[in-house]
């Protein structure tokens, strides 16, 4: 493929701009997508967009980035839509049919940012359909990885990490072979907590966990970041994108969040992924893969941070850690079990039904009562993965009531 972009404003002659879908348009991963695409003009043409419950921020956004379709998860968003629409030629869509329908437009790359298990059946269509897919939805391999990574070998296609830390992995990599890595390490900033005592943690309300120190996201991510689950969640995931064993996998808390992940070689060589911490990089080089897009992202000045830190995880303070790492280390359908479960935990805390440590507690006694139910295979379809993750979102909840 031909380079995209020369510069921010100019296209390289001859290429044609580069068709874009994009699923979960509204959030956080879909904004900063939309800020690299206005960054680089002529050099994408986004084609559909896909959003859940926001109709007129998902007609806002299909109207900004001129797409042709837009289709909202929640039917009831549907009028609402429709109405930020009116006088456009941008055709919209409801409910998960029409998220799927975008999935599938004919496009040269697919970012998959839907949050949560929501998110698992249209970007795997879109895998199933041959297009490469830009990743940004941890449930997918978290829930049904092995799946996810076949599918992708036989569509004979791409999925590239959208993630900081797996595509700073990607990028340490280079054309080194999985074989010659010793082990690789992603980093955690550590969260709102990292130097609060455990009795402190346990207190911790809602406001606290969700005022993270480095990073904006939504909720469900602040929330898992706050626990150090989502390093466990990355950990599942980096395991398939890398086809790696969990043994050569390793956390490190690095709480200026500059160090994305680092590749130590067998020959003792550690190349590192830095960046300012900025969406918008990863994005950048999905979106532009194999080529650069020029971004407005902030620099990084080595000299003005002065020193990097880094800190071993702490167990004791942070065990969800420790569930999702176990997760990993007894394989088959136990992820797809931790993250149903981590689901119902966290929007339980931030309703107020139980306290910030009680999330990793729900979510171990959910797995342990999977273990003693059958050792259960990784999921083989998408319907097996939902089916397992709707029964485990199920036992969960009747563990809180």
């Given at each position: 493929?031909?380079?995209?972009?020369?510069?921010?404003?100019?296209?390289?002659?001859?290429?044609?701009p580069r068709r874009?879908?994009?699923?979960?348009?509204?959030?956080?991963?879909?904004?900063?997508?939309?800020?690299?695409?206005?960054?680089?003009?002529?050099?994408?043409?986004?084609?559909?967009?896909?959003?859940?419950?926001?109709?007129?921020?998902?007609?806002?956004?299909?109207?900004?980035?001129?797409?042709?379709?837009?289709?909202?998860a929640?039917e009831?968003a549907?009028d609402?839509?429709?109405?930020g629409?009116?006088?456009?030629?941008?055709?919209?869509?409801?409910?998960?049919?029409a998220?799927?329908?975008?999935?599938?437009?004919?496009?040269?790359?697919?970012v998959?940012?839907?949050?949560?298990a929501?998110?698992?059946?249209?970007?795997?269509?879109a895998?199933?359909?041959?297009?490469?897919?830009?990743?940004?939805n941890?449930?997918?391999?978290?829930?049904?990885?092995?799946?996810?990574?076949?599918?992708?070998?036989a569509?004979g296609?791409?999925?590239?990490?959208?993630?900081?830390?797996?595509?700073?992995?990607?990028?340490?990599?280079?054309?080194?072979?999985?074989?010659?890595?010793?082990e690789?390490?992603?980093?955690?900033?550590?969260?709102?907590?990292?130097?609060?005592?455990?009795?402190?943690?346990a207190?911790?309300?809602?406001?606290?966990?969700?005022?993270?120190?480095?990073?904006?996201?939504?909720p469900?991510?602040?929330?898992?970041s706050?626990?150090?689950?989502n390093?466990g969640?990355?950990?599942?995931?980096?395991?398939?994108?890398?086809?790696?064993?969990?043994?050569?996998?390793?956390?490190?808390?690095?709480?200026?969040?500059?160090?994305?992940?680092?590749?130590t070689?067998?020959?003792?060589?550690?190349?590192?992924?830095?960046?300012?911490?900025?969406?918008?990089?990863?994005?950048?080089?999905?979106?532009?893969?194999p080529?650069?897009?020029?971004?407005?992202?902030?620099?990084?000045?080595?000299?003005?941070?002065?020193?990097?830190?880094?800190?071993?995880?702490?167990?004791?303070?942070?065990p969800a850690l420790?569930?999702?790492?176990?997760?990993?280390?007894?394989?088959?359908?136990?992820?797809?079990?931790?993250?149903?479960?981590?689901?119902?935990?966290?929007?339980?805390?931030?309703?107020?039904?139980?306290?910030?440590?009680?999330?990793a507690?729900?979510?171990?006694?959910?797995?342990?009562?999977?273990?003693?139910?059958?050792?259960g295979?990784?999921?083989?379809?998408?319907?097996?993965?939902?089916?397992?993750?709707?029964?485990s979102?199920?036992?969960?909840?009747?563990?809180?009531?």
């Open positions: 493929m031909g380079s995209l972009v020369q510069s921010k404003h100019e296209v390289r002659g001859g290429s044609k874009l879908v994009i699923l979960g348009a509204t959030g956080s991963i879909g904004r900063s997508t939309a800020d690299v695409i206005e960054g680089a003009p002529g050099a994408f043409k986004v084609e559909a967009i896909a959003g859940g419950r926001d109709g007129a921020g998902l007609a806002r956004m299909a109207i900004r980035l001129r797409a042709r379709f837009a289709a909202v929640d009831a549907y609402e839509l429709k109405v629409l009116a006088g456009t030629d941008i055709r919209a869509g409801a409910g998960a049919s998220v799927k329908e975008a999935a599938l437009f004919e496009s040269d790359l697919v998959g940012a839907i949050s949560g929501a998110g698992v059946e249209p970007t795997h269509a895998l199933a359909a041959g297009r490469q897919v830009a990743l940004a941890k449930e997918c391999l978290v829930c049904a990885g092995d799946l996810f990574m076949r599918t992708a070998k569509a296609t791409k999925l590239l990490p959208m993630d900081s830390e797996h595509n700073a992995i990607f990028q340490a990599m280079g054309a080194s072979r999985v074989d010659e890595v010793e690789m390490i992603l980093t955690a900033s550590g969260g709102p907590f990292r130097t609060w005592e455990a009795g402190l943690i207190k911790a309300t809602p406001a606290e966990a969700l005022a993270h120190p480095n990073w904006s996201m939504g469900k991510v602040t929330i898992d706050a626990s150090l689950m390093k969640l990355e950990l599942i995931e980096a395991h398939h994108i890398f086809d790696i064993p969990a043994k050569r996998l390793g956390v490190l808390v690095h709480p200026q969040s500059i160090v994305h992940g680092l590749v070689f067998a020959d003792g060589s550690v190349v590192a992924g830095m960046a300012c911490p900025d969406m918008k990089v990863p994005i950048a080089h999905c979106l532009g893969f080529e650069r897009v020029t971004t407005v992202a902030r620099r990084l000045d080595l000299a003005a941070i002065g020193s990097l830190t880094f800190e071993k995880p702490d167990f004791d303070r942070f420790r569930v999702a790492m176990a997760a990993l280390e007894h394989g088959g359908a136990m992820p797809t079990v931790l993250n149903a479960a981590n689901e119902v935990a966290v929007a339980a805390f931030l309703e107020g039904q139980i306290s910030f440590m009680d999330i507690r729900l979510v171990e006694t959910c797995c342990e009562a999977a273990a003693r139910d059958s050792n295979h990784a999921p083989t379809s998408v319907a097996e993965a939902l089916e397992i993750d709707h029964m979102r199920e036992r969960a909840r009747s563990l809180l009531a």
